[in-house]
Structure formats: C-alpha cells, structure tokens
C-alpha cells in the first residue's frame, strides 16, 4: 500500500505533536508548518525528527505562517497531501482580547487561506478544523452538534468564523471538510500559560522551593477536561468516515477550576489555601461559565469514548512537571499512557 501524506499546521503546539506521533505511527509521510523564531519552537517534536537527507525520513518541516497565503498555496502543491489537519492558531482565549485582530487574521481568515488553497488545487483533500467548545460560550450545558453558537471572546468569534467557512465549502464545493468541536484537552505538553498546566507547574514550583504562591483568576468557571493523545487519535477517524461531518469531542464531564487546583493540590501534598492567590489580570472581560460535552454522536459512529477523566488527568500532570523540575513523581500510572515513543515521550516532557 502506498502510504498517505499529511500536512499538519500548528505541527509545534500540544496536539500537533501528538498527531505528529500517531500518523508516523500509522505509516504517514508527514509535513507541517513551522514559523520561524529567533529561539527553537519545535522542542515537543524534536524527538521525532529525522535528518530529510536520510533516506528512511517520513517527517518534513516548512517555515510558513497562516498569515502567508502564498506560502501555503505553494507548500499543497509540492507536497501534494491526502489529508490537512489545520490545528495552528493564536489558541489563547484572554490573549485573544489583547490581540483581537491579529487573533481574526491567524485563527479566522487563516483557515479560508487554506480552505482556497485546498479549492484551487485539489478538492479531493480531506481537511480537519480545530474548532473548539468555546464557541458554545454562554449556551446552556451540555453542549453537543446541534447546540447554537454563543461566543465570548474574539477568539470563539474568529473559531465561529472559521467553523462555518468550513461548512460552507463542504455544502458548497462539496469538499471533504470537517470540523471537530473539542472541549479542552490537556496533557504534559500544554502551553505554560492555559490554567491545568499553570497550576501543575505552580505545584512543582512550590515543591522544589522556588515559588510561594500560584496567582489565579477565576476559579468559578467549568470546564469538560481530557487527554489530549486521545483526542488527536479522534481527529483522525473523523477524516476517515465515508462522508464528512462534524463531531462534538469531549469526556461528559465537568469540573470548576477550583475542583482542579483542589485535586492537585491535594495529590501533591500542598494545601492550596497556603499557597493560591487571586490576580485581578486573570480575569477575562467576558467568561464561559460552563462547558460540557455531550459526545454522543462521536460515540454512536466513531465508537469513541474518552479514557482518561479528572482524576488520572490532575495526576499525570502534576507527575509530570514534578519529574520535569528534578522532584520524584508521586505515582507511577503515568506510564501506562505513553504513546508511541515511549522513552522519548517522558524524557521530553
Ligand atoms: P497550541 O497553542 O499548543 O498550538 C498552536 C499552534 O499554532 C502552534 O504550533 C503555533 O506555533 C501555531 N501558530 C500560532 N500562530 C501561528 C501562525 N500565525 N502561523 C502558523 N502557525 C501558528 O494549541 P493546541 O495544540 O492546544 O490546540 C490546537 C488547535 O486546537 C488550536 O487551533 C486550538 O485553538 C484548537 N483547540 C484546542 C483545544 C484545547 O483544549 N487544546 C480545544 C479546542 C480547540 P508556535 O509553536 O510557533 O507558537
Ligand atoms: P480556555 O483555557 O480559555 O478554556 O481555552 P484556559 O486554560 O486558558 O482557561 C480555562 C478557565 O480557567 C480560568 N482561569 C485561568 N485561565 C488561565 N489561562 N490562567 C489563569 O491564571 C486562570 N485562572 C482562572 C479561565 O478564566 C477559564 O475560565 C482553552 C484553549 O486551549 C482554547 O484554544 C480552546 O479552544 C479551549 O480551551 C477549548
């Protein structure tokens, strides 16, 4: 069989890397977009990385930016792709009202330049769209594919955007295009600045001494936690069903902020009352209060459940940042839930 190619954007963030491991893994030729920095960027996909001189190389980076139509026309049409996954975008919610326009030209109009380039060269492309639970915002829990749209900052706004170009082309050109509506999903390799991975590391922080107090926002708000290597696997079968769709993904779950600084706190050892304190810039102009997924359909056609909940959640990454800052992990579980390069995985998280 001859092997499939994939172009990944957003190759360098959390779930990028992810699927980077599981299409190599799958036998995939694959290429993603990298910007250019003036410090390294790719050290969650470095472990992955072959020399493209060796002749056994699968795995190709290109310097672009979703802001560069041209660049992108240009890498489709050398690399020729069966399948797009269009996971780049400025993806932080608060920073959004910092930025609001460039998060509309990056997270919004950056999937219609690849929707055209993909229109102007080869509709038989099947495309996969981050699109995100925060576009429900204020819409009543739980939320699944029929629920309306209610977005509460610009970058729901931009995702709202980028959801219906999305659709219209599939309706339109009849394009293989889909959207896959998840809810959070976090991991080890979670930006620094999104609230699961700021408290771990704030833990592991506390521990090895060098901080006293984790600054928060609200801890009101709700949220529909998950794995991300698990959401990613899901984001491959949703590009190969018979015809395109869009998915609710998520765990059915929901917890408050407060819940997880509790949990970890707790598995850590600290008692968060000592060591939280709240930060007036934490907060956002306009919040979510709740989100919870109703993943049924997703259940029902993909045969897709999410494994890992909370609590194993709260513990691989408390673990993980603890074995990061040179403390001993507190549990072991972790280890049952390496992916496909299980050395590498722990080493470079
Ligand atoms: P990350 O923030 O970890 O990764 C974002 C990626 O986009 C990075 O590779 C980043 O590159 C890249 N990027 C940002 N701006 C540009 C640009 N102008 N040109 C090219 N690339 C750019 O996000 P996640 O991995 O967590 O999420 C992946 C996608 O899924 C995002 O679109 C996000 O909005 C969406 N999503 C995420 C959810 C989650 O809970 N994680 C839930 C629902 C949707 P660099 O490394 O250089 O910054
Ligand atoms: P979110 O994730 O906005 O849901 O977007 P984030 O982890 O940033 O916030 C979750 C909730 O925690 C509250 N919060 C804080 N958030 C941050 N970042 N820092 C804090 O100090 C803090 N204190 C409290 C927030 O107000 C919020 O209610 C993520 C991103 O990955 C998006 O790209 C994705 O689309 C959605 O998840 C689904």
Known sequence: ??????????????????????????????HGLVRRASTFNTHRIDHIYVDAHEPEARFFLHYGDLADSEMISHVLYNIKPDEIYHLGAQSHVRVSFDTPEYTGNVTAIG???ILEAIRRSNQKIHFYQASSSEMFGHTRPPQNEDSCFWPRSPYACAKVYAYWMT?????GYNMYTCNGILFNHESPRRGETFVTRKITRGIAAILAGKEKYLYLGNLEAKRDWGYSPEYVECMWQIL????PDDYVIGTGETHTVQDFVDASFAYAGLDPEKH?????R??????????????????????????????ELVKIMVDS?????????????YKILDTKFPNRWWSRD
């Open 1 to 30: 069989m001859p092997h499939k190619t994939a172009f990944i954007t957003g190759i360098t963030g959390q779930d990028g890397s992810y699927l980077a491991e599981l299409l190599l893994s799958k036998g995939y030729e694959v």
């Open 111 to 113: 999937t219609t330049r």
């Open 167 to 171: 659709r219209n082309y599939r309706d």
């Open 240 to 243: 190969q069903q018979d015809k």
């Open 276 to 280: 939280v304190k709240i930060d007036q």
């Open 282 to 311: 934490y907060f956002r102009p306009t919040e979510v209060e709740e989100l919870l997924a109703d993943p049924s359909r997703a259940e029902k056609r993909l045969g897709w459940k999410a494994k890992i909940k909370f609590p």
């Open 321 to 333: 940042d603890m074995s990061a800052s040179g403390l001993k992990p507190i549990g072991e579980g």
